[in-house]
């Protein structure tokens, strides 16, 4: 079969493809979806229900406020519509400072998934890799290095995908996962070993 942990089991140059774009699919949707649940999900959860306590609360306030400088008179419609809108500006400000908060207190979080995310990616794809390596012959020290190293630097990089687009620093990351991309082209270029006739096509 095309994904085995099974080290001794050849793996031909479209398996080994297979693999590597499967892997990279299913752990980029996990690292996205860690991003997204420690980034949005809950810090807007939090900062939803805080913003929604300060409006509340600055209404009432400027609602006391009001009437008794009104001096038991009724306030009329625009007033109450004021008093409400300055009520909605001290919500998303305190929604604004809340999320800020939030998103500082999961920031840790979301590093420690998309390790995870890492570790399983590099993990799977490492077995994919020594099982090319096996099949293509490439043996040696050298070699070892060579494939291991590219594997697990484009699989941190896509594990860290998120963050660094959320940090702006994608370009930077880049050019150095562009090194351990060529460190797998052999791989992929390499003879046609015996798994090709096999295991690229799942048999």
């Known amino acids: ?35 997204y649940l420690m980034t949005v999900k809950l810090p807007e959860s939090g900062a939803h229900h805080e913003a929604e306590v300060a409006a509340q609360t ?15 008179k009724a306030l009329s419609a625009e007033e109450t519509a004021k008093l409400k809108a300055e009520a909605t500006e001290v919500g998303k400000k305190k929604a604004e400072e809340a999320h800020h908060h939030a998103s500082a207190t999961w920031a840790p979080f979301q590093i420690f998934l998309l390790i995870l995310v890492a570790v ?30 590219g594997t697990w ?21 880049l050019k150095a996962t562009s090194i351990a991309g060529l460190m797998l082209l052999p791989l992929l270029l390499r003879g046609a070993g015996k798994g090709d006739s096999h295991d690229a096509h799942g048999h």
């Open 1 to 35: 079969m095309t994904f085995s942990l099974n080290l001794a089991k050849p793996l031909g140059r479209l398996g080994y493809l297979a693999n590597l774009i499967f892997f990279s699919v299913v752990f980029s949707a996990f690292a996205w979806g860690a991003h």
């Open 58 to 72: 600055a209404y009432a306030t400027s609602l006391t406020k009001a009437k008794k400088a009104a001096a038991g």
């Open 120 to 149: 399983f990616f590099g993990g799977f794809a490492s077995v994919a890799t020594q099982r090319r390596m096996n099949d293509a012959g490439l043996h040696g020290t050298l070699w070892l290095v060579i494939g291991h190293v």
């Open 153 to 173: 630097g484009l699989a941190s990089f896509l594990a860290f995908l998120p963050y660094f687009e959320a940090a702006g620093t994608t370009q930077g990351w």
